[in-house]
């Protein structure tokens, strides 16, 4: 019986350390690193002191915490906006759609997922730009005498990313409507209750896991986001991850870059943390998928 | 109240359906003007060509002669399969870890193997290279050798991808195993396997359909992320970058609209295989 | 007389929970064997002692004289039908069969042929390609049996096999399962809490309660002589009454309820009963016989060694062979009576006075459980 368990126990130990190595060598130590980059304040050539600096000349620079803020608000406003577009079409897969509809539907919403963020930034800029598609549409209907830019402002940054991130609101709203029994919405209904009861006092708070799961993941995809703000918003995009990037690729200043990065990584932790606590829900059983 | 509710009806099917025509537009419309007559992917529309798939001079270069693209392209399949191999690997690991033993602190470890799936893609990126640079500059400092394989580039690139791409693994693969009947590796047992039988003819195999549709969820993944990638990558570049850069500073041309309609039909193609794969598995009870 | 199976003072604790508490018994060879008790009797975790899954904090286990403990369950000679079946549903009929005899490297051709040999015997000759989603659940049991019994075990476990099915098909398998046994000859050791099951099929039955055996006995013994009260009550139906004994002499004993009722019967098992004490009297509603008040059989008092009690029929529960009346008796109780439904008596309604009567023989009395 002693040597059962001791090969257990090795079992353990080797299950256990692909587990340990991926997470320490790849998540814990360099995220370690960029705070500890973050402290470090280019005082000479290669000279280092360990200070707030960093952060400091974030908070000084107009720019950079107005476009932190700005990144801030419209993530939230196309989160919320993802919500509202995206629960009424999980409801229907979920719900409404007949049993061969709904795995056709499922699928059909599952292939922009596929497809790269670059693919679907680029069939906007196709789609909305002043020779695009819909341009051209609006010129020939007569609706318009010229050529219309539609790219370059903040709603085709909103519209695009509220494309790119629908589908990860969607998912787990259906998951999460898919195991609600029938019964507790007919219940509702024969107790009395009216379509807006129903959908606020039994529909919601079942699908709660799922809303809290989609708003964590369509938040921190939408603030991480780059490509699509980038292109579809040109010079005035203005979206913090474009900032990171300017830092350690174009300016090869990556202190700064690192104090970006820990900025950001606080920012939406603190957003997902307080979702979490709001919704009294745990990261384990929203964002793990079904 | 009737004619309300057969409107509201109305217009819920409505919007279900603008929806998924919202779903469809960008991606028709990058697809369809791959197959425009015209060096620009705009209106107005020239005639139906297949050139700018198969066509060799230019200055229509047709994707399948492009060498900088086909090279992405076959970049990105190779990162694909190793993040894939890889992560299966890894996440097959992770989930007979938590599935299956007890130890110490298991809801924290829990935890932290869900943390990568909500740190932005961007931050993974230039976390693992900052860590990467900082040790080839040790090495260097103290050993005068440059491990060159730590610098951007293919290795970097895997990893960043990797880092994520395992909790997904991890999750898929665990999914399936919470539904495996232990009494089946009891009966295994009971009939004369010893644990690695049991773990070769009976567990394995039950894992099959899910150990397939992880590794085709780590490839598709791996082969269209752009985010982490774009701060790792070096001269090697995979097919999202190569492709972003030809965009940025040359110009579009159709032939990214065809790379788009190659990227679009081949993700469909994993993606059938993979819901196909999970479909027809009894699950065995 | 040769034993397949013998449990010396098995124990097995879980932190403060003894599970098995010195269970000793011997299983002798060709014998169908059960172990019958409710849900946390402790008798899932026995059996999972004897095929090696669990170890036993102390005592023996011998098969065929061998002892086990410390063999790992896939080197005993002991095959397991489990709850659920645990067919493996990622091979066919053929594959699960073969799968045992395959970890013992045996050739193909020696592989076919017992796997045809099996399959013939328990009545599915041609099902070796099936896949296992496309058999019905009295073909799943068979095959299950069959896959443990190609490989020619010395004892054959079955843990509650019967549970997932319907009532007919249930009904149908114990019957199946005892001739299956009959078969193959080999000593079938059988856990249920159903005690219909456990009494159609066995040679022999263990009632067992909180980790120990109450009882070890034939069915017959058990359902007539039961030695304890849980037995009494456990093992088919009976009405009881508690009280205290007024007067004891030899194994018969007098009891009278709080109620004034004035009952007579024979003790049994070890509970040393004396006058003053507390007890439990039993009787079975197939040993009562129910007349008419005031007709020709009626009446009977204590004193020659009878027992009876007037009432009235509450209500008639009609069950085929099995019907019964619900009497209601002076101390306003509610008493199951066997309904005959052929003779003189078999036209009683609702409403009717009747006598119950029986001979203070068919009664039981036991110390009454704890609890």
Not at chain 1, 104 to 130: K, Q, T, Y
Not at chain 2, 244 to 272: E, F, I, Q
């Amino acid at each position: 019986m002693a040597a059962r368990s001791d090969q257990q126990k090795l079992a353990l130990i080797l299950l256990f350390t692909p587990f340990l190595l991926w997470i320490v060598l790849l998540i814990v130590l360099p995220h370690i690193g960029i705070l500890h980059l973050s402290f470090q304040e280019k005082v000479g050539l290669r000279e280092f002191n360990y200070s707030f600096a960093n952060y400091i000349d974030f908070l000084n620079e107009p720019i950079y915490w107005n476009t932190l803020l700005r990144t801030a608000v419209i993530s939230i406003l196309v989160t919320v906006i993802t919500l509202f577009v995206g629960f009424p079409i999980a409801y229907y897969i979920a719900k409404i759609a007949r049993r061969r509809i709904r795995g056709a539907l499922f699928l059909l919403c599952l292939i922009p997922l596929w497809v790269s963020d670059l693919v679907r930034a680029f069939g906007w800029i196709v789609l909305l730009r002043e020779t695009g598609v819909v341009s051209g549409v609006l010129q020939w209907s007569g609706l318009v005498g010229q050529p219309v830019e539609m790219l370059y402002n903040d709603a085709t940054i909103v519209i695009g990313l509220v494309y790119t991130v629908v589908l990860f609101m969607i998912v787990p709203l259906v998951s999460t409507l898919d195991g609600m029994d029938d019964s507790l919405v007919e219940a509702g209904f024969n107790l009395g209750g009216s379509r807006l009861t129903v959908l606020r006092r039994i529909i919601i708070p079942y699908a709660m896991p799922g809303i809290v799961a989609g708003f964590i993941i369509v938040f921190m995809l939408t603030a991480g986001s780059y490509l699509t703000p980038v292109l579809l918003g040109g010079k005035n995009s203005m979206w913090f991850t474009e900032q990171i990037y300017n830092q350690f690729i174009t300016r090869y200043n990556w202190q700064a870059g690192a104090t970006f990065g820990v900025l950001l990584l606080i920012f939406t932790s603190t957003v997902v943390w307080l979702g979490l606590r709001l919704s009294g829900q745990s990261l384990a059983n929203t964002v793990a998928k079904p | 109240m009737r004619t309300q509710s057969l409107l509201a009806r109305w217009i819920y099917h409505g919007y279900v359906i603008v929806f998924f025509v919202y779903l469809a537009a960008p991606l028709a419309a990058a697809g369809l003007f791959a197959f425009n007559d015209s060096l620009f992917p705009s209106l107005p529309w020239r005639g139906f060509t297949l050139d700018w798939f198969f066509s060799d001079t230019e200055p229509k270069l047709g994707v399948f002669h492009d060498d900088r693209l086909l090279r992405g392209l076959y970049y990105s399949f190779w990162i694909g399969l190793a993040v894939s191999a890889l992560s299966v690997f890894v996440g097959t690991c992770n989930a007979f870890l938590f599935e299956r033993k007890s130890f110490p602190a298991k809801n924290f470890f829990y935890v932290m193997m869900i943390i990568p799936l909500v740190i932005p893609g961007v931050i993974l990126g230039i976390s693992i290279l900052v860590l990467a640079s900082s040790i080839v500059n040790g090495i260097e400092e103290r050993w005068g050798y440059e491990p060159d394989f730590l610098r951007p580039g293919l290795l970097l690139v895997v990893l960043g991808q990797f880092s994520f791409i395992t909790t997904i693994t991890s999750l898929v693969i665990a999914a399936r195993l919470r539904k495996f009947d232990v009494e089946m590796e009891e009966a295994a047992l009971n009939l004369g396997a010893n644990r690695w039988r049991v773990l070769r003819t009976v567990t394995l195999p039950y894992l099959r359909p899910a150990l397939i549709a992880a590794g085709v969820v780590a490839f598709l993944i791996s082969f269209e992320n752009f985010n982490t990638t774009l701060f790792l990558v070096g001269s090697e570049a995979p097919l999202t970058i190569t492709m972003y850069d030809r965009m940025a500073k040359v110009g579009s041309t159709p032939v990214l609209n065809a790379v788009s309609v190659v990227l679009m039909v081949g993700s469909a193609t994993l993606a059938l295989i993979s819901v196909l794969v999970q479909r027809d598995v009894p699950d065995g009870r | 007389m040769d034993f397949d199976l013998e449990c010396e003072n098995l124990t097995k604790r879980f932190g403060v929970l003894t599970a098995v508490d010195e269970v000793s018994f011997t299983v002798p060879e060709g014998s169908f064997f059960s172990i019958l008790g409710p849900s946390g009797c402790g008798k899932t975790t026995l059996m999972r002692m004897i095929a090696g899954f669990e170890s036993p904090d102390n005592g023996n286990i011998r098969i065929k004289g061998e002892p086990v403990v410390g063999l790992p369950p896939n080197r005993r000679n002991v095959k397991m039908v489990f709850q659920h079946l645990a067919l493996f549903p990622m091979m066919n009929v053929g594959e699960n069969i073969a799968y045992g005899l395959r970890c013992r490297g045996a050739a193909r051709d020696e592989i076919r042929r017992r796997v045809g040999d099996v399959l013939e015997r328990v009545g599915l000759p041609d099902a070796a390609g099936k896949e296992i989603h496309q058999l019905s659940g009295g073909q799943k049991q068979r095959i299950a049996i069959a896959r443990c019994m190609v490989l020619d075990p010395d004892v054959l476990l079955l843990d509650e096999p019967l549970g997932a099915l319907d009532l007919k098909l249930r009904e149908h398998m114990k019957v199946e399962l005892k001739l299956l046994q009959h078969q193959f000859g080999t000593t079938f050791v059988y856990i249920t809490h159903d005690q219909s099951e456990a009494l159609v099929m066995s040679d022999r039955v263990a009632v067992m309660r909180d980790g120990r055996f109450d009882q070890i006995d034939t069915p017959q013994a058990l359902y007539h002589n039961p030695q304890s009260a849980f037995v009494a009550g456990f093992v088919g139906d009976s009405n009881r009454w508690n009280g205290r004994v007024t007067r004891v002499s030899g194994d018969e004993l007098v009891l009278e309820t709080a109620a004034g009722l004035v009952l007579t019967g024979r003790t049994a098992g070890d509970s040393a009963l004396r006058a003053g004490d507390r007890a439990d009297i039993y009787v079975r509603p197939e040993a009562i016989t129910t007349t008419r008040a005031g007709g020709s059989s009626g009446g009977g008092n204590p004193s020659d060694g009878a027992n009876s009690l007037d009432g009235i029929i509450d209500s008639l529960l009609f069950n085929g062979a099995n019907s019964r009346i619900l009497v209601r008796t002076a101390d306003d109780r509610l008493i199951e009576a066997h309904l005959p439904l052929t003779g003189d008596n078999s036209d009683l309604g609702d409403g009717e006075r009747v006598t119950l009567s029986w001979p203070s023989d068919y009664s039981r009395c036991f110390a009454p459980l704890e609890g």
